[in-house]
């Protein structure tokens, strides 16, 4: 079985999307400062979380050239983590 890899010019600029989207998301849910963010931007950081999750898997792991079981499978499982995430923050406020 022949896979093709993504080139280092592709990697680097998920690499880049990601160190980005981290910053982001560090000054978006105000990681210095000890308050309730609501569930609007807990729900935007959930999806920016589990976008940025599947670029690793897509990219990183070369998710992009398995099967479609494998593909469902992991961003199935990455939604469920997500969702639980999602439920449990709206469950302890």
Known sequence: ??????STRTLY????????????LMGAG????????GPAWVTVLL???GVKSSLILWFYL????SSPG????FIGFLCA????VW????VST
């Open 70 to 73: 494998w593909k469902k499978g």
């Open 81 to 84: 983590i997500l969702v639980f």
């Open 87 to 90: 439920g449990v923050s709206f």
């Open 13 to 24: 600029f998920v690499w880049a999307i990601l160190m980005a989207s981290t910053i982001g």
């Open 62 to 65: 070369n998710l992009g050239q």
């Open 30 to 37: 105000r990681v210095d400062v000890n308050i309730d963010l």
């Open 1 to 6: 079985m022949h896979m093709k890899l993504p």
């Open 47 to 49: 999806v920016l979380a």
